[in-house]
């Protein structure tokens, strides 16, 4: 088991990169619902792994301007460290990443971010469908971290 597998043992299924160093699995929350898909891409040369997730709940036709200024503050994130926040094409959901280094982290490491990509991303379902409070208490990306369960 390399490095980039180690790093994602914790997800309890069979990890297997394809030959564009893509892996893909869906996590299951306690609630039992639907789940959320996982991509992850290995970066071989610069030991890192960028971790993708994209939300259940699709934008609005018609966005406001709320939801496009916490887009643009949330954004900004990546600079100071933070989760990144955008839509990837031909999608109308929210999508979250962070590209992880694996190089000198603990084991934990890797699981820590995708439980931070969850909570980004159940902040973001809430708000989408209504809860316009979700982020008045929240900087960009500090919440609590949920418990994972993978879907097999």
């Excluded at 890192?48 to 939801?67: C, N, V, W």
């Amino acid at each position: 088991m390399d490095i980039f597998e180690q790093s994602l043992a914790a997800l309890n299924v069979d990890i297997h990169f394809n030959h564009e160093g893509c892996f893909t699995c869906t996590l299951k929350g306690e609630d039992g619902g639907s789940g959320l898909n996982l991509f992850v891409y290995k970066h071989v040369q610069q030991v890192s792994l960028s971790l993708i997730m994209m939300g259940q709940t699709d934008i609005p036709e018609k966005g406001s301007h709320a939801l496009l200024m916490q887009l643009g503050e949330r954004a900004m994130s990546p600079l100071n460290e933070g989760l990144g926040v955008g839509i990837l094409p031909n999608t109308q959901r929210i999508s979250v990443y962070k590209k992880v280094t694996l190089l000198d982290k603990p084991l934990g490491y890797v699981m820590d971010n995708i439980n931070q990509l969850i909570a980004e991303l159940e902040l973001w379902d809430r708000y989408l469908l209504g809860d316009e409070t979700v982020f008045q208490s929240s900087q960009p990306n500090s919440h609590a971290r949920p418990r994972l369960q993978v879907l097999v």
